[in-house]
């Protein structure tokens, strides 16, 4: 069943415009983009920075109204939410953003930055500390309630971050590049928490990142963005055994392998990325794509699917 469901989803920008520009443009950061999220499964989302993937989970955690389309969680319309209907979907999706330090008050002590959710539903202080000391010995820290975010790591503030998100047992959390500013070692261990906290709290993810080594690792399935559109999704193992879409085939020829003896072929991108405020009427990939026939930069692809759970939006795999 699925617990997130986008449906033709739009968010567009509008542009400052000069004395004599009587003609509204917008910005199309998201163009149209429909997927589900199944309950208790992890759908990484992958692209080039500027393709739309952050904007989509921003309008998930209700920090962007959308343009156009539908936005779906548990089977009912969170699009238009207000009052205590917005609280209560509040309550059920929280996130765990990029940046550890900027997303945490650096005036806040950490009992009070990962009890501030518990403090604002009005449970009692004594409640509040208790519950704040398990979620830190939860994702495995030593007690620190008492430090400000600056006297940790940055792998120790991300997992304060977790351990907020966690503390008002939310169902659906947005991950929004979380290992990117960590090192390998950290890295490692937050996504290995990850993992096991989903599995321990039955948890649904929405895993946004450039990192397509680590989206695989976490990920059940993959939808890959391009100019504010989705032009392919599958399951993980699919897409990485078998990219269609000629994007999809370039960002994983970038990825580099660990065996030494293994002779792999990194496709370089030419041309330049469409603008995605005056966006052309075909595929949007099409002058950077070297299988491009005429049919590309004169009619937009529909995504079709081409194999069970396999789509891809592509005029050249579609014939």
Same mark, same amino acid.
């Given at each position: 069943?699925?617990?997130?469901?986008?449906?033709?989803?739009?968010?567009?920008?509008?542009?400052?415009?000069?004395?004599?520009?009587?003609?509204?443009?917008?910005? @199309? !950061?998201?163009?149209?983009?429909?997927?589900? +999220?199944?309950?208790? %499964?992890?759908?990484? #989302?992958?692209?080039? $920075?500027?393709?739309?993937?952050?904007?989509?989970?921003?309008?998930?955690?209700?920090?962007?109204?959308?343009?156009?389309?539908?936005?779906?969680?548990?089977?009912?319309?969170?699009?238009?939410?207000?009052?205590?209907?917005?609280?209560?979907?509040?309550?059920?999706?929280?996130?765990?953003?990029?940046?550890?330090?900027?997303?945490?008050?650096?005036?806040?002590?950490?009992?009070?930055?990962?009890?501030?959710?518990?403090?604002?539903?009005?449970?009692?202080?004594?409640?509040?500390?208790?519950?704040?000391?398990?979620?830190?010995?939860?994702?495995?820290?030593?007690?620190?309630?008492?430090?400000?975010?600056?006297?940790?790591?940055?792998?120790?503030?991300?997992?304060?971050?977790?351990? @907020? !998100?966690?503390?008002?047992?939310?169902?659906? +959390?947005?991950?929004? %590049?979380?290992?990117? #500013?960590?090192?390998? $070692?950290?890295?490692?261990?937050?996504?290995?928490?990850?993992?096991?906290?989903?599995?321990?709290?039955?948890?649904?993810?929405?895993?946004?990142?450039?990192?397509?080594?680590?989206?695989?690792?976490?990920?059940?399935?993959?939808?890959?963005?391009?100019?504010?559109?989705?032009?392919?999704?599958?399951?993980?193992?699919?897409?990485?055994?078998?990219?269609?879409?000629?994007?999809?085939?370039?960002?994983?020829?970038?990825?580099?392998?660990?065996?030494?003896?293994?002779?792999?072929?990194?496709?370089?991108?030419?041309?330049?990325?469409?603008?995605?405020?005056?966006?052309?009427?075909?595929?949007?990939?099409?002058?950077?794509?070297?299988?491009?026939?005429?049919?590309?930069?004169?009619?937009?692809?529909?995504?079709?699917?081409?194999?069970?759970?396999?789509?891809?939006?592509?005029?050249?795999?579609?014939?």
């Amino acid at each position: 069943m699925a617990l997130v469901e986008l449906l033709n989803l739009k968010k567009y920008f509008p542009l400052a415009s000069g004395f004599f520009e009587r003609k509204a443009r917008f910005l @199309r !950061a998201v163009d149209d983009v429909s997927f589900a +999220i199944e309950e208790g %499964e992890t759908f990484g #989302l992958v692209g080039e $920075s500027g393709c739309g993937k952050t904007t989509i989970g921003k309008i998930l955690l209700k920090l962007y109204e959308p343009t156009g389309g539908t936005v779906r969680f548990d089977d009912r319309d969170a699009t238009s939410l207000k009052g205590s209907s917005l609280e209560e979907y509040r309550r059920g999706i929280q996130a765990v953003l990029q940046n550890p330090y900027a997303s945490l008050n650096g005036r806040m002590r950490i009992w009070r930055i990962v009890g501030e959710p518990l403090i604002v539903r009005g449970e009692r202080m004594s409640a509040v500390k208790k519950k704040v000391d398990e979620l830190l010995e939860l994702v495995m820290l030593p007690p620190c309630g008492d430090r400000f975010p600056h006297e940790m790591s940055a792998g120790q503030r991300q997992q304060v971050a977790i351990a @907020r !998100a966690l503390s008002i047992n939310p169902r659906f +959390i947005v991950l929004d %590049e979380p290992t990117s #500013l960590l090192d390998v $070692s950290a890295q490692a261990s937050i996504l290995n928490m990850i993992v096991g906290l989903q599995k321990k709290f039955s948890l649904t993810y929405l895993f946004i990142s450039h990192n397509l080594q680590v989206v695989r690792f976490v990920s059940n399935r993959v939808g890959v963005m391009y100019c504010g559109k989705l032009v392919e999704l599958a399951d993980s193992d699919t897409l990485y055994a078998n990219p269609l879409h000629p994007y999809t085939n370039a960002l994983l020829s970038s990825v580099p392998d660990p065996d030494p003896e293994s002779v792999k072929e990194e496709i370089v991108l030419e041309g330049d990325v469409v603008s995605p405020i005056d966006p052309p009427p075909g595929c949007r990939f099409a002058l950077r794509c070297s299988q491009r026939i005429k049919i590309c930069e004169e009619l937009e692809p529909p995504l079709i699917t081409v194999g069970e759970g396999h789509l891809v939006a592509c005029h050249a795999r579609g014939r």
